[in-house]
């Protein structure tokens, strides 16, 4: 069992931001919407898997689902000023229109800024649901930090949207972490965790949160994963980071909600192992 990924989650003494003491609970999901999508028996499934350019194919670090429920749980990762402060003001930002958004309930179109927001808000639940399950996260502290003082994600992050129809996906999160060794000059330069292993620097994160699926992907490795964006935005999935930007257009790009590309929860399960599966391919 390696220990990025043990069963007993990691600990930490002091905030993954900004490193005061103590620690308060960081809730991943705000608690409205706990209420608005009940506890469900679709819990968390993690799996994580490196990648050996020796063998220019994948090989199984390890590989396991464990049932830990995401949704209702409130690590200790943040300070009380990071929480009730910079991530608490993403929630208040989102909450406007998330809730019409995963419940469908309205017709809605988010301004270029709203995009934003969100796209900041999945970048932001996504890193702490990393930090509340794995040991070595591959999102680094910096990229917290950029999230705090830019109040958008980094660059090297990319968040794609779509409209989840199926049970399963309405309450889910699958997530893998992979070494991606583009940009390493050679093997002996892969950072290691304390314990000898190398350090993973890619993960993807799939969130089914009511109609909203969100694919959200980071690493800086770029010629694979700018490959990988062209053929997402080929299967109609929405960019919503990094933005689109509208050349010649002066007004707003909208977003209009219900998404018109709508997955099933086979196809969704098929988008959270593309990404290792194009990996294991074409390497
Ligand atoms: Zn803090």
Redo the contacts with the bound molecule.
Sequence with gaps: MPHDLAHIPPSYE???????APLTETHIWPNWLRKVLPREKNYISTVARAFHPDEQKERAISSQKFKRDLFSRDPLL??????N?WMRQFEDEVVIFLKPILLEDATIRLTEQQQKSLAGWLALIATLAEYANNHHPTIKRAALLHLKKRRLPPEDFHIYVARSAGPKWRKHYSYHNFLMYEGISSIDAVPHTADGRPRYNTQVSTMGIGSLLAHIFSGPASTPIQSYSIALEGSQLERIWPPKRSFWMRQDRLLEFPLKTELQDYETEILAEDLRFRINTFG
């Design positions: 002091t905030c993954i931001v900004c490193g005061d943040a300070c009380e000023a990071c929480n402060g």
